[in-house]
């Protein structure tokens, strides 16, 4: 099992920049690939942007964020890292990472989320 524990969230105005971290613990090693998503109130939780975890790898990132967030890791500290930057207010919502042990499956093993608001 992993655990998964982000930090980093905050609110900020349209513009602004966040950077938050995922910091993982338990079995590490069998981590494929890391993935941040999100979930603004009302809505389904939605994809943003992943990695393969050991490599650094960046596997895509969402339409509406590309350009504007870089997902990044540091797998000597087991954490991975999500700069937003340009923020604006469609970005608001709790901000999860996750985790997959291979190219298969879904990601899992969700953190307890930390939240994002982007308002004037």
């Known amino acids: 099992q992993v655990q998964l524990v982000e930090s980093g969230g905050g609110s900020v105005q349209p513009g602004g920049s966040l950077k938050l971290s995922c910091v993982a613990s338990?079995?590490?090693?069998?981590?494929?690939?890391l993935a941040w998503f999100r979930q603004a109130p009302g809505k389904e939780r939605e994809f943003v942007a992943a990695?393969?975890?050991?490599?650094?790898?960046?596997?895509g990132y969402a339409d509406s964020v590309k350009g504007r967030f870089t997902i990044s890791a540091h797998s000597a500290t087991k954490t991975a890292y999500l700069q937003m930057d340009n923020l604006k207010p469609e970005d608001t919502g709790v901000y999860y990472c996750?985790?997959?042990?291979?190219?298969?499956?879904?990601?899992?093993?969700w953190g307890q989320g930390t939240q994002v608001t982007v308002s004037s």
């Open positions: 338990g079995r590490t090693p069998y981590i494929y690939a």
């Open positions: 990695l393969l975890f050991f490599s650094g790898k960046v596997l």
């Open positions: 996750g985790v997959k042990p291979n190219a298969g499956g879904s990601f899992g093993s």
